[in-house]
C-alpha cells in the first residue's frame, strides 16, 4: 500500500436544501488500498460516494483525487478525470436495452475512439475479468442472474483501466456463497491491478474478506478510520453495537 493519497476530502458539506448530510467531514484513502466505508443508515454514505465522484457538487470543502481537486473543474476537464475511475452503483445500473458487451462498450464509445471491433474485444476481456464468461456478454441484464448482473457492472467500471473504483453495496442482495466469490474477486483484481478501491458497504463479511481499512461515518463526520479488528476497541456505541453483535463477532473470528 501506498503512503500517497488517492483521495483527500477536507471540511465536506453536502446538503439537500435545509437537511445537511456531511459538516466538516474528512476523508483520507490511500492509493492501493481497499477503504471500507460503513455506518447507520442515512449518514451518507452513498452521498459521500457521489461527492466525490461529481454526481453531487459539495456546498463547502474540497475533494482531491490523486492530487488534483475535483471540486472545481472546468467542463473542458470533467471527461478527463472521469477516466480515473469507475462505479459500480447500488443496483447495477445497466442499460437494460443493451446487451452485456455493449453496456461496457458505453464508457468506450464516451472517451475514447477506438474502433468497433476493438471496443468489442476488450469488453469481452472485461467481462472475463469481471469472472464471466464470454458468452454472458450477448446476454441482456434480464437474462441473467443477480450475481452476474454485479459482475457485468463491475466489468463497465473496469471498462477504462481506472486505478480508482467506486463500488456501492457490491453484495447486497446476494446469497453468502455468491457475495463471497464477489469479495474474493475484488481483492484479487485490487492485487492484480493495484487498484485503489472505495467500497460503501453494511456487509460484516465483506469488511472483512476485502478491506485494509475502515471509515466509520455518523454524526454528519467520520468518527473513526481503522482495521477492522481496531475498530472494535473504539467506544463509540454504534461501533460496538455493529461488531459487537452476532455477526459482527462471527466475522471477528480470527482476527483476534
Not at 55 to 62: A, E, I, N, S
Not at 73 to 94: C, H, P, R
Not at 146 to 161: E, F, I, P, S
Request: hydrophobic residues 40%; negative net charge; contains cysteine.
Amino acid at each position: 500500500m501506498s503512503a500517497a493519497f488517492a483521495i483527500e476530502v477536507r471540511g465536506l458539506k453536502t446538503a439537500y436544501g435545509h437537511h445537511v448530510v456531511h459538516q466538516a467531514l474528512d476523508l483520507d484513502v490511500y492509493e492501493g488500498e481497499i477503504m471500507g466505508v460503513i455506518g447507520p443508515s442515512g449518514c451518507g454514505k452513498s452521498v459521500l460516494l457521489r461527492a466525490i465522484v461529481g454526481l453531487k457538487p459539495p456546498d463547502q470543502g474540497t475533494i482531491r483525487v490523486f492530487g488534483r481537486d475535483v471540486t472545481h473543474l472546468a467542463n473542458s476537464e470533467t471527461g478527463t478525470v472521469q477516466e480515473l475511475w469507475g462505479i459500480m452503483f447500488q443496483d447495477g445500473a445497466l442499460f437494460s436495452n443493451l446487451t452485456v458487451q455493449e453496456n461496457v462498450m458505453v464508457p468506450m464509445r464516451e472517451h475514447t475512439t477506438l474502433s468497433p471491433g476493438l471496443m468489442r474485444d476488450l469488453a469481452d476481456q472485461k467481462i472475463r475479468m469481471a469472472g464471466l464468461e464470454t458468452w454472458a456478454g450477448q446476454k441482456y441484464p434480464s437474462d441473467l442472474s443477480g450475481g452476474m448482473r454485479k459482475r457485468a457492472a463491475l466489468a463497465r467500471a473496469l471498462a477504462l483501466d481506472p486505478p480508482l473504483l467506486f463500488l456501492d453495496e457490491p453484495t447486497a442482495g446476494l446469497d453468502p456463497i455468491t457475495a463471497s466469490g464477489f469479495d474474493t474477486l475484488i481483492r484479487e483484481l485490487q492485487e492484480t491491478l493495484g487498484l485503489t478501491v472505495f467500497l460503501v458497504t453494511h456487509d460484516v463479511d465483506t469488511l472483512r474478506g476485502t478491506c485494509d481499512r475502515i471509515a466509520v461515518l455518523g454524526d454528519r463526520r467520520v468518527i473513526a478510520v481503522d482495521t477492522m479488528a481496531g475498530l472494535r476497541q473504539h467506544p463509540d456505541p454504534w461501533i460496538q453495537a455493529y461488531f459487537g453483535g452476532p455477526r459482527g463477532r462471527a466475522a471477528m473470528t480470527g482476527l483476534e
